[in-house]
């Protein structure tokens, strides 16, 4: 009996033995998958912020761009508005020498 005790004893220990290097090695290898993925995580991190730093660049670039372009029709808008009352101008002066012209001719017609 003594022996049947002494090898379920052995038995035990030896399972637990076993128990604890699987618990050690399953340990091991999870630490080293969340290595693994906590160095992907910021090698993600840092693709998606150059990226991101990349696109808000170009943004940037484009609307000043547009930016400058508005500015540049905007001051075209001001020079047409600027020619325009100037012929507005013109036009009526020489529609006022038109009727004045007009009212010479009728004039001299009659003192004919």
Do not use: G, H, P
């Not at 080293?32 to 993600?44: A, V, W, Y």
């Not at 990349?54 to 609307?63: A, G, I």
């Amino acid at each position: 009996m003594a022996s049947e005790l002494s090898s379920q004893i052995k038995a035990r220990l030896t399972e637990r033995f076993a128990t604890k290097e699987e618990y050690k090695r399953s340990k091991l290898e999870l630490e080293t998958r969340n290595r693994r993925l906590e160095k992907e995580k910021i090698d993600i991190q840092s693709n998606l912020e150059t990226e991101l730093d990349r696109r808000s660049s170009d943004w940037s670039v484009k609307l000043e761009r547009f930016q400058s372009e508005e500015q540049r029709l905007r001051e075209r808008v001001r020079e047409l508005a600027e020619q325009n009352v100037a012929f507005q101008r013109e036009i009526a002066l020489l529609q006022s020498y038109k009727v004045d012209a007009t009212s010479r001719i009728k004039s001299l017609e009659l003192q004919k």
